[in-house]
Structures are given as structure tokens and as C-alpha cells.
């Protein structure tokens, strides 16, 4: 049964934490439209070829390549407020030495680029630290309306932001633009030292870059996930072609001036919020797969629509319904992505997840100012419109999985090991091997079982993984994984597995004759020969 709570889209609101840091995070993304309303207008007075300014959304996406993995992990064992906070301030100082180069007139296009890449530098740090900490502000049930209540904040404010933005230029000039949006920061940071840091269980650290390794590995065998990354680059790629080159769609096919641009903007920003508010409905009615289709279509024809006119009402009004498809895949994809990850990887898995988004936005900005250097800008929307339909008549051969956001909490079930490993060997990688015998007649359902146990154990700390058969006795079957050190296989014991995990291995269990052998073994390292003793 539903409650009205878990029914309710507002239902995270009423949590006065996380309606605090919404409000202030709306504040935030505010101020960061008008800063690339302000940014690339700039770019179009000063005549910036599309490629210039389509680099703008590249130079404030790529710093997500080089620090969102490590971002993840920093997140993941260190106190996130204070994490936030630093960032906050950090781009405090560049967001006003920005504002101040701009109003004494000393930026160049360089310049320009370069300061809005340390602000994405800030950005990036922020992401996995953000995205993990609002699921300690809410139960899990309030997830998926968490999320979505994040997109409708992201998106009202690309409504209000570039409108804002395109009233105020005229009035305080881009450099007072870039001030305003310096001050927002200093909003989220005074809303996040107001914030309590959420209670959390204390997790052992792991070494740095072993816990990258770590999320990678649960990406790479976690299948749900890996859908949904696949879907994300396969809409994400064409359709930002819309940010990226709106801005001369706007003044060099539509004769439109900053105040123009900043209400197309706005118009795909209302659209987002409205699909918002419509996609917890949507997601009980349709699967994710058939949002996905229908949001990659609508996407699509509206790119196609923006090649071909030059109306401003009917480019608006198509805007609007991009910006419903538009949420429908990111937010519905990140929802989907926060609901299924447990607790101890959930940082590092977001930051892969952003990775990958940002990886596609930085590529595709610059890829789209390229095509419309060389062939024009109707001819890139109608390509760009092209791709989307192409993937999205893809989707029935390569669904999204569905995600079970039920069994995700952690769950204590294997037995302990009763193992306390010598001095010599505490270290070193070990091997686990488990010897089952196979009832008759189950060979089928148990291999087929097992390839899910195998996911299992890859991602929550294996290193590799094999399946044997006796060659005397075909009933008998031995699995052998290996885990990197004892700690790290202790830390399977007692923090990553999860109530799906514990399915998967009863599903196991019900092909077998009893319960499996378990044997711990560790690597040793040869010595050196002792003395007298011939080779």
C-alpha cells in the first residue's frame, strides 16, 4: 500500500533539512544559468563562432573526466558537509574574481573559458558529495520524489535563471551577472553549515585508489546500471545539441537579442518542471523503457522542428516539450541509478554515473560546434534529430532493466568465517572456494544462477572469479573467487551485501544438496632458497 507520503512528489519538502538545502541549491543553480546566459551572450557580442561558444558548456563539463572519480571517494568516507562547504567557498573566489576582470573589461574569450572551467572544477568536486548526501536527508521511500523534487529544482531554475538573466544583462552588464551568481554560492554555504551533518554508520577507509577500483568493479558488474549508462550516452550525445548551440539558433536563425535567447531557455526550463511533476505518475503507468522511447521521439522530432523554421512562438512552444523529454530520460535514469545502489558505494557508483553524463556533455558540446562550423546550424539540429529517433526505436532490443528498489539494504547472512589470518598473510589476496554439489537434473537453473552470483561477488569486492566441475564426479562443482586482501573480504561480510545479493545466492541454494563446503586460502610468496639446498 501507498502512502500519501510516498505518493506525494512534495513529500522530501517536508523534511526541513533537505528543504533547506532545496531551496538554497535552486538558489545556487540560478545563479549558474545566468553565469552561461552571461557567458556565452558574451561570446555572440563579441561574434564567437558556434564552436567558441559551444566550448563554454565543454570547459564547464570537462573538469568531471578529471575529478569526479576521486570526488567519489573523497565523499564516501569523508564528512560531506564540510566537503560541500569547501567547494562552496572555492568557487566563491573564482565566481568574483571572474566578475571583477569582466567589469573592468579585461576578459578574452580565453580567459573566459578558463574561469568557467575552475568553476566546473568546483562543480565536479560537489556532485557525488551532493547527490549521496541527500539520501542520508530522506528515507528510501522518498528517493525517487527526492530525485525528481532535485530536477524540478535544476529545472525551475533553468526557467527563472536564463530569464533573469536576460532581463538583468542590459541593466548590470555580464560582469554583474557573474557577481550575482558568486553570491549564490555563498547562499548554499551558509544553508549547509546551518545543515547537521546526517548520522552515519562509520565504514572502514579504504585506500584511495582502492576505492576507485572498488566502484568501477560494481559498475562494470552491476547490469541495471550499465543499461542505464548505455541509455543515458545514446540520448544525452544528440540532444545536447540543444544547450550547446542554442545561443546562435537564438540570434543568428531567430533575429533574437539576450532577453529572447534567455526566454527560450526558459521555455525548455518550464518544460522540465512540468515533467517533473507529471514522471512520478508516468513511472507507475509506463515502464522505464517506454519513457525512454517516448521521451527519445519527442526529443528527436523537436530537434528536427528547430532545423527547419524560424518561427520564435512555434520554437517556443516546441521547447517546451523537450524540456518534458529532456527530464523524463535524466531525471527518471538518476532516480532509477540512486534507488538501486546500496549505501557503502553509492558516492563513487553517482560519480561514475556523472562521469559518464558530463563525459557526454563536454564531448557532444564540442563535437555540435564543430558539425555547425562545417555545415551550418539547421542542418546539425536535423542530424542530431535524426540520432535521437534512431535510438530511440532502439530501446525495445536493448531495454532498460527494471530496478528492484526493494532488497537494497544491507544485510548480514554468510557465516562467520571463523578465520583470523597469521602476521604473515593478513595482506595478501585471498581465495575463496566454495564446492557444491549440484542436484540431478539442476545443472540449467544452476549455471544459470550462478552468472548472477558471479555479479555478486564481482562487485562487492572480487577480484576474479571461475566456475569448476569435477571431472570424476559431474554433480560436483566448485566456485573459486579471489579478494584482495582479508579486510577487503571482511568488508563483504559485514557492509556490502545487500537483501538482492541474499536472494541470489537462495536461488542458488535451491539447486544444490546441502549447504557449500567453504575453504579460505592465502597467496603466499616463495622464499628464498635455503642455504645448502640445490635448485
Same mark, same amino acid.
Given at each position: 500500500?501507498?502512502?500519501?507520503? +510516498?505518493?506525494?512528489?512534495?513529500?522530501?519538502?517536508?523534511?526541513?533539512?533537505?528543504?533547506?538545502?532545496?531551496?538554497?541549491?535552486?538558489?545556487?543553480?540560478?545563479?549558474?544559468?545566468?553565469?552561461?546566459?552571461? =557567458?556565452?551572450?558574451?561570446?555572440?557580442?563579441?561574434?564567437?563562432?558556434?564552436?567558441?561558444?559551444?566550448?563554454?558548456?565543454?570547459?564547464?563539463?570537462?573538469?568531471?573526466?578529471?575529478?569526479?572519480?576521486?570526488?567519489?571517494?573523497?565523499? +564516501?568516507?569523508?564528512?560531506?558537509?564540510?566537503?560541500?562547504?569547501?567547494?562552496?567557498?572555492?568557487?566563491?573566489?573564482?565566481?568574483?574574481?571572474?566578475?571583477?576582470?569582466?567589469?573592468?573589461?579585461?576578459?578574452?574569450?580565453?580567459?573566459?573559458?578558463?574561469?568557467?572551467?575552475?568553476?566546473?572544477?568546483?562543480?565536479?568536486?560537489?556532485?557525488?558529495?551532493?547527490?549521496?548526501?541527500?539520501?542520508?536527508?530522506?528515507?528510501?521511500?522518498?528517493?525517487?520524489?527526492?530525485?525528481?523534487?532535485?530536477? $524540478?529544482?535544476?529545472?525551475?531554475?533553468?526557467?527563472?535563471?536564463?530569464?533573469?538573466?536576460?532581463?538583468?544583462?542590459?541593466?548590470?552588464?555580464?560582469?554583474?551577472?557573474?557577481?550575482?551568481?558568486?553570491?549564490?554560492?555563498?547562499?548554499?554555504?551558509?544553508?549547509?553549515?546551518?545543515?547537521?551533518?546526517?548520522?552515519?554508520?562509520?565504514?572502514?577507509?579504504?585506500?584511495?585508489?582502492?576505492?576507485?577500483?572498488?566502484?568501477?568493479?560494481?559498475?562494470?558488474?552491476?547490469?541495471?546500471?550499465?543499461?542505464?549508462?548505455?541509455?543515458?550516452?545514446?540520448?544525452?550525445?544528440?540532444?545536447?545539441?540543444?544547450?550547446?548551440?542554442?545561443?546562435?539558433?537564438?540570434?543568428?536563425?531567430?533575429?533574437?537579442?539576450?532577453?529572447?535567447?534567455?526566454?527560450?531557455?526558459?521555455?525548455?526550463?518550464?518544460?522540465?518542471?512540468?515533467?517533473?511533476?507529471?514522471?512520478?505518475?508516468?513511472?507507475?503507468?509506463?515502464?522505464?523503457?517506454?519513457?525512454?522511447?517516448?521521451?527519445?521521439?519527442?526529443?528527436?522530432?523537436?530537434?528536427?522542428?528547430?532545423?527547419?523554421?524560424?518561427?520564435?512562438?512555434?520554437?517556443?512552444?516546441?521547447?517546451?516539450?523537450?524540456?518534458?523529454?529532456?527530464?523524463?530520460?535524466?531525471?527518471?535514469?538518476?532516480?532509477?541509478?540512486?534507488?538501486?545502489?546500496?549505501?557503502?558505494?553509492?558516492?563513487?557508483?553517482?560519480?561514475?554515473?556523472?562521469? $559518464?553524463?558530463?563525459?557526454?556533455?563536454?564531448?557532444?558540446?564540442?563535437?555540435?560546434?564543430?558539425?555547425?562550423?562545417?555545415?551550418?546550424?539547421?542542418?546539425?539540429? $536535423?542530424?542530431?534529430?535524426?540520432?535521437?529517433?534512431?535510438?530511440?526505436?532502439?530501446?525495445?532490443?536493448?531495454? $532498460?532493466?527494471?530496478?528492484?528498489?526493494?532488497?537494497?539494504?544491507?544485510?548480514?547472512?554468510?557465516?562467520?568465517?571463523?578465520?583470523?589470518? =597469521?602476521?604473515?598473510?593478513?595482506?595478501?589476496?585471498?581465495?575463496?572456494?566454495?564446492?557444491?554439489?549440484?542436484?540431478?537434473?539442476?545443472?540449467?537453473?544452476?549455471?544459470?544462477?550462478?552468472?548472477?552470483?558471479?555479479?555478486?561477488?564481482?562487485?562487492?569486492?572480487?577480484?576474479?572469479?571461475?566456475?569448476?566441475?569435477?571431472?570424476?564426479?559431474? =554433480?560436483?562443482?566448485?566456485?573459486?573467487?579471489?579478494?584482495?586482501?582479508?579486510?577487503?573480504?571482511?568488508?563483504?561480510?559485514?557492509?556490502?551485501?545487500?537483501?538482492?545479493?541474499?536472494?541470489?545466492?537462495?536461488?542458488?541454494?535451491?539447486?544444490?544438496?546441502?549447504?557449500?563446503?567453504?575453504?579460505?586460502?592465502?597467496?603466499?610468496?616463495?622464499?628464498?632458497?635455503?642455504?645448502?639446498?640445490?635448485?
Amino acid at each position: 500500500m501507498i502512502t500519501s507520503a +510516498e505518493a506525494s512528489t512534495w513529500a522530501p519538502l517536508r523534511r526541513g533539512a533537505f528543504r533547506a538545502l532545496w531551496i538554497a541549491s535552486f538558489v545556487s543553480n540560478v545563479g549558474s544559468w545566468m553565469q552561461t546566459v552571461g =557567458a556565452q551572450w558574451l561570446l555572440v557580442d563579441e561574434h564567437g563562432s558556434p564552436l567558441v561558444i559551444s566550448l563554454v558548456q565543454s570547459a564547464s563539463s570537462l573538469p568531471v573526466l578529471l575529478l569526479t572519480l576521486p570526488a567519489g571517494v573523497v565523499a +564516501e568516507f569523508a564528512d560531506r558537509r564540510r566537503l560541500l562547504v569547501g567547494t562552496q567557498a572555492f568557487q566563491v573566489v573564482v565566481g568574483a574574481t571572474l566578475a571583477g576582470v569582466t567589469v573592468t573589461g579585461k576578459t578574452t574569450p580565453v580567459l573566459l573559458l578558463v574561469f568557467t572551467f575552475l568553476l566546473g572544477c568546483g562543480s565536479a568536486a560537489q556532485l557525488p558529495a551532493y547527490q549521496a548526501f541527500v539520501p542520508d536527508l530522506v528515507p528510501r521511500a522518498e528517493l525517487a520524489q527526492a530525485a525528481a523534487l532535485s530536477s $524540478v529544482g535544476v529545472n525551475l531554475a533553468r526557467a527563472v535563471g536564463p530569464a533573469i538573466a536576460g532581463l538583468l544583462v542590459t541593466r548590470l552588464g555580464v560582469g554583474g551577472l557573474f557577481a550575482l551568481n558568486a553570491a549564490t554560492f555563498v547562499v548554499f554555504a551558509l544553508a549547509l553549515l546551518r545543515s547537521p551533518s546526517p548520522p552515519r554508520a562509520p565504514a572502514a577507509r579504504e585506500a584511495f585508489l582502492a576505492g576507485i577500483e572498488a566502484g568501477g568493479r560494481y559498475v562494470r558488474h552491476a547490469p541495471v546500471v550499465r543499461r542505464i549508462l548505455v541509455r543515458l550516452v545514446v540520448f544525452a550525445v544528440p540532444a545536447n545539441v540543444l544547450w550547446a548551440l542554442l545561443a546562435p539558433l537564438a540570434h543568428d536563425r531567430l533575429g533574437l537579442g539576450s532577453t529572447g535567447y534567455g526566454l527560450l531557455l526558459g521555455a525548455a526550463g518550464i518544460g522540465s518542471v512540468g515533467g517533473a511533476l507529471v514522471l512520478p505518475r508516468l513511472r507507475r503507468r509506463f515502464s522505464a523503457s517506454w519513457l525512454v522511447a517516448g521521451a527519445g521521439l519527442v526529443f528527436g522530432v523537436a530537434m528536427l522542428v528547430l532545423g527547419t523554421v524560424r518561427s520564435p512562438a512555434l520554437v517556443l512552444a516546441v521547447l517546451v516539450a523537450a524540456g518534458v523529454a529532456w527530464i523524463a530520460v535524466i531525471a527518471g535514469m538518476n532516480a532509477a541509478t540512486q534507488a538501486f545502489l546500496p549505501g557503502w558505494v553509492r558516492a563513487r557508483a553517482l560519480s561514475i554515473y556523472q562521469l $559518464v553524463l558530463f563525459t557526454s556533455f563536454a564531448g557532444s558540446a564540442a563535437l555540435w560546434g564543430v558539425v555547425s562550423s562545417a555545415i551550418g546550424l539547421a542542418t546539425t539540429f $536535423v542530424i542530431a534529430g535524426v540520432l535521437l529517433l534512431a535510438g530511440a526505436v532502439t530501446v525495445p532490443r536493448r531495454p $532498460v532493466l527494471d530496478v528492484a528498489t526493494s532488497g537494497r539494504e544491507t544485510v548480514t547472512y554468510w557465516p562467520d568465517p571463523g578465520v583470523t589470518p =597469521a602476521p604473515d598473510v593478513e595482506t595478501a589476496p585471498v581465495l575463496v572456494s566454495l564446492r557444491y554439489r549440484v542436484g540431478p537434473g539442476q545443472q540449467a537453473g544452476f549455471s544459470a544462477a550462478m552468472a548472477d552470483l558471479r555479479n555478486t561477488r564481482l562487485r562487492t569486492g572480487g577480484t576474479g572469479w571461475a566456475l569448476y566441475r569435477d571431472a570424476r564426479d559431474e =554433480a560436483v562443482h566448485v566456485e573459486q573467487y579471489t579478494v584482495a586482501s582479508w579486510d577487503e573480504h571482511r568488508r563483504q561480510h559485514e557492509e556490502r551485501l545487500t537483501g538482492l545479493d541474499q536472494r541470489v545466492q537462495d536461488r542458488v541454494e535451491q539447486y544444490t544438496d546441502g549447504a557449500a563446503q567453504v575453504a579460505h586460502l592465502f597467496r603466499l610468496h616463495p622464499t628464498k632458497k635455503a642455504p645448502g639446498v640445490n635448485p
